[in-house]
């Protein structure tokens, strides 16, 4: 089994994603980068030269040169192909959890056409019930970007907090910024909580059920 499999980047041996990925990135610690975006195009630059390129795949090879990049940014644990409790049917991309502002979710899109309106979508659903997460949309298409992020200040986008481009500066500053906060394993959710709770047991020995 391949590092990328044991990791749970790449998942099963029939995955074809899997296979073009670790055919071309099997050792990516060795990837010399000064900047994450320096790390991005790289990768992608490598994927697009090895003719691989398809409308099928090339967003789940985004997903996955994205995680490797926080691995190797030790941005840990990342969640990938997330669900979050109590926002049904969706998965998110990628997740990390966070103690300053819960979920932090990063959608990655290689071009965006409409694909924004369902990355809005996924983040006011994230935000309706942890009022305090954060969802970027990471692409690669700059014209396209600059669109959306057009729609956000105009409020027309409401969910995101910022599309970013993954080859851009901007990048950079948003790894570095995610940074700050620190990462960690989202708490056990207990449904229901209350200080007075009647159970079959207690019934029993009170009332003599």
Known sequence: MSVLNQLGITVGLGNKTGQIFESLFPDFLSIKY???????????NIYKES???SNNQNG???EYILATLFIREKMLPVYISAKVAFVPNVIYDLMFYTDER???????????????????????ALKYVHRKALS??????PSEALSVKAKIKSGDVIGLDNVIVATSDEFNDLIKSLKEYKFSEPPTVKVIKSNQVITLDKAKKVLNF
């Not at 000064?34 to 992608?44: G, L």
């Open 34 to 44: 000064n900047t994450p975006s320096e790390y991005i195009s790289h990768c992608w």
């Open 51 to 53: 003719g691989n390129l």
């Open 60 to 62: 789940k090879i985004f």
């Open 102 to 124: 819960g979920p932090i979710c990063i959608s990655a899109k290689t071009s965006l056409r409409e694909r924004y309106k369902q990355a809005d979508l996924e983040a006011i």
């Open 136 to 141: 970027y949309l990471i692409t690669l298409e």
